[in-house]
């Protein structure tokens, strides 16, 4: 099984609302990715998580909050968020993170749009 | 410059072509490459990946990488019209350590396939 699940699909927030992502993974895999990705871009990473510490920050806004509570589960705090963080917002695993052979399988992302 | 370089398209083939994908790097620590395809509204599928020169072939698809030229390939022969989607590629640098969660996309080439 190489599925990564992301929930919700879509979510619609105010400037001032406080959301959540959430990323999930059973291929026991020990590193995840939380990417951002406009229309017609590529994706650009935002945060890494191996071995449930976070080993990457790519200088990303504070008002989005990355937390790991297990080798399985990534979420995503969203809190005071601009128009213009309205993107698809995707999650990848990968094995460890830690070796140049690591392959990233994505989820299907969730779609923020932000009012 | 942008580290990756790789043609947008849009690139529109009759059903049975066979299409070239190309992109172009300057960063010679890059030692790992991928080709990732996109559904649209969907997260990216790995397709292939390749760490030496020469070619890999899988089925339809076949990934070919210089480095002496800083240009990697992705050919798809007999192409269908489920070939139809966004293909990325990616590169990650033998930087060791965490910096190889850190994958550098190109900016992607929209493919369209007719029957």
């Known amino acids: 099984d190489t599925e990564v699940t992301q929930t919700p699909k879509h979510l619609v927030m105010g400037m001032t609302n406080k959301k959540s992502l959430k990323c999930e993974q059973h291929?026991?895999?020990?590193?995840m990715y939380w990417y951002k990705q406009k229309a017609k871009k590529p994706p650009e990473l935002m945060f890494v998580y191996s071995y449930e510490k976070l080993s990457i920050n790519e200088s990303v806004p504070s008002r989005f909050s990355p937390e790991c509570p297990n080798s399985s589960l990534l979420n995503l705090h969203l809190h005071a968020l601009q128009p213009e963080d309205s993107a698809l917002y995707l999650c990848a695993s990968s094995y460890s993170g830690l070796s140049p052979t690591d392959t990233q399988y994505f989820g299907p992302g969730t779609r923020l749009t932000v009012l | 410059q942008k580290e990756v370089e790789q043609d947008p398209g849009p690139l529109s083939v009759p059903e049975g072509a066979i299409v070239s994908l190309n992109c172009t790097y300057s960063n010679s620590a890059f030692q790992y490459f991928m080709w990732y395809r996109q559904y649209s509204r969907k997260g990216p599928e790995l397709l292939m990946y390749?760490?030496?020169?020469g070619n890999k072939e899988d089925g339809r698809f076949t990934a070919q990488v210089d480095k002496s030229s800083k240009y990697i390939s992705l050919f798809i022969r007999d192409s269908q019209p489920s070939d139809s989607a966004t293909y990325l590629c990616a590169m990650s640098a033998n930087a060791g350590g965490t910096s190889y969660g850190k994958l550098t996309f190109g900016q992607g080439t929209i493919l369209t396939v007719h029957p």
């Open positions: 291929m026991g895999h020990r590193a």
């Open positions: 390749t760490y030496s020169s």
